[in-house]
């Protein structure tokens, strides 16, 4: 790290730093330290990836490319520290076509928005198409493949990403300045905070893109990893993975999450696997948990809690073996890890009939995920 990068960073979070290891900068707040780590290049922004830590020995590493989660490493019931996300060991790894959103920050519109299309206020607004006729995570360029400034707050133990998205960005409305605070608390949690703010009227629905395996790929298939989900209703979708615009119960259906059972246990009674949205079962705007996710082997847990109506859970269907520079020389296979992505539903802006998307000027859009690590 260039001397200058640290004078700049120590100026930015208002304390200076104390240099455990030559070209490492590093800081501590109450009991998690920081550190900063060159990762890579991205055009002539130079990237880095931001390491926070906590006394139990709990990681997690933010990189400023799409704000993505690059290690996130927990405790096991015998308090072996291993890391639990896929990701890379350089920007290289992040910045392959194929990299399927690992870790990153998602937006504008996380999940689909079907036709790549949406009307309002009596206008259509195309959007860039790419995942069939339909715009995936954003379009292609989301908040995933952009430069986020990562700043820390003083006195805080957090980081605070920063993305201003321009007015027509794949063809979305308005300036739209995204927040994005990731803390990591001393009992073991991620939080992640976002709001934004926009100038026009536009849909919004940001997420984080971690894939999980709590055996830290122990078992390279999280098929007997155990799920619960707090939800009695689910979206169905369409063979592109549109809503139909249905909700549909999950009583006598393989969405039924609601009693712990293994992931594997009716995943061949699912089409390609699960890629469903679940409507959680709460009040809007309430804080609840979400899912429960757990590994035998490993004893490791974790609480999924949000605010947001929905959870997205992906069974990594599309994982397909053929990525480079990963970490551990892992291959991460079909079903070798998932994500539990809180969210609004896919394609809100053609359901009138689900939660609305829109964030108007004026308001501010929130939302709250925590990822919550232990063991049993
Ligand atoms: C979606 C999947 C998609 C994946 C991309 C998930 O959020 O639900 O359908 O293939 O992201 O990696």
């Given at each position: 790290m260039k001397i200058a990068n640290v004078l700049l960073f120590s100026f930015c979070v208002g304390v200076l730093f104390s240099c455990k290891e030559e070209g490492k900068p590093s800081l501590s707040i109450g009991s998690i330290s920081i550190e900063v780590t060159p990762f890579g290049h991205f055009g002539n922004q130079i990237i880095n990836e931001y390491i926070l830590t906590n006394q139990n020995g709990v990681q997690v590493g933010v990189i400023n490319y799409g704000g993505a989660i690059s290690r996130l490493i927990v405790p096991d019931k015998d308090g072996n520290l291993e890391d639990i996300v896929t990701g890379f060991t350089s920007l290289d790894g992040f910045l392959?076509?194929?990299?399927?959103?690992?870790?990153?920050?998602?937006?504008?519109?996380?999940n689909r928005i079907?036709?790549?299309?949406?009307?309002?206020?009596?206008r259509e607004y195309r959007l860039e198409s790419n995942d069939n006729a339909n715009s995936l995570h954003g379009g292609r360029k989301g908040f995933d493949k952009v430069y986020w400034d990562v700043t820390i707050p003083v006195g805080d133990s957090s980081l605070l990403l920063t993305y201003t998205s321009p007015d027509g960005e794949e063809g979305y409305p308005g300036n739209l300045q995204v927040e994005v605070m990731y803390t990591l608390t001393a009992s073991n949690a991620l939080k992640i905070k976002y709001k934004a703010m926009s100038d026009q009227s536009t849909p919004i629905n940001l997420t984080s893109h971690a894939y999980f395996n709590l055996s830290a790929w122990k078992e390279n298939n999280i098929l007997s990893h155990e799920l619960t989900i707090n939800s009695r209703f689910y979206t169905p979708v369409n063979q592109y993975l549109i809503p139909t615009g249905e909700i549909l119960p999950v009583d006598g259906t393989p969405m039924d999450f609601r009693q712990s059972k293994s992931i594997g246990k009716e995943i061949s009674q699912v089409e390609g696997g699960f890629d469903h949205n679940w409507v959680l079962d709460k009040e809007i705007g309430e804080l609840v948990w979400a899912a429960?996710?757990?590994?035998?082997?490993?004893?490791?847990?974790?609480?999924?809690?949000?605010?947001?109506?929905?959870?997205?859970?992906?069974?990594?269907?599309?994982?397909?073996?053929?990525?480079?520079?990963?970490?551990?020389?892992?291959?991460?296979?079909?079903?070798?890890?998932?994500?539990?992505?809180?969210?609004h539903f896919p394609d809100s802006p053609n359901h009138p009939e689900f939660p609305s998307t829109l964030l108007h000027p004026g308001q501010e859009y929130r939302h709250t995920c925590i990822y919550k690590f232990s063991t049993r």
């Open positions: 392959q076509t194929n990299n399927p959103y690992f870790g990153a920050l998602i937006g504008r519109y996380a079907g036709n790549a299309s949406f009307s309002l206020n009596g429960i996710l757990y590994e035998k082997g490993s004893g490791r847990q974790m609480e999924v809690w949000t605010d947001a109506p929905g959870i997205q859970f992906y069974s990594g269907n599309f994982l397909d073996g053929t990525l480079n520079y990963t970490k551990n020389n892992l291959t991460y296979h079909k079903h070798s890890a998932l994500c539990l992505e809180t969210q």
